[in-house]
């Protein structure tokens, strides 16, 4: 769910084309998004677990795949290794 939430927002939010997502070695880098808009992607995840996640900037140097993978990870040690459902519903 956390690649669907964040795929959401990248579409709906900052007019990213979901076919973009179909590139096998996709970069964040190559979303174009600058420092603001990273900020406010990670938001959306962090509103659903409940705390922030670490140098946000840091993703812009990754792959999609590996920020997700990061992100996720992050999520698991903050909740004990397991990883809570998260929905696409805003938890505001």
Request: aromatic letters at 6%; one cysteine or more.
């Amino acid at each position: 769910m956390l690649e669907e939430i964040v795929k959401h927002y990248l579409i709906h939010t900052k007019d990213i084309s979901p076919a973009k997502f179909s590139e096998p070695d996709l970069q964040v880098a190559a979303l174009g998004l600058d420092s603001l808009d990273m900020v406010e992607m990670l938001f959306e995840v962090e509103d659903r677990c409940g705390f922030q996640l670490n140098d946000p900037m840091r993703y812009l140097k990754m792959s999609f795949a590996g920020m997700l993978a990061d992100i996720e990870s992050q999520i698991r040690e903050h909740n004990n290794g397991t990883l809570p459902e998260l929905s696409l519903e805003s938890s505001k």
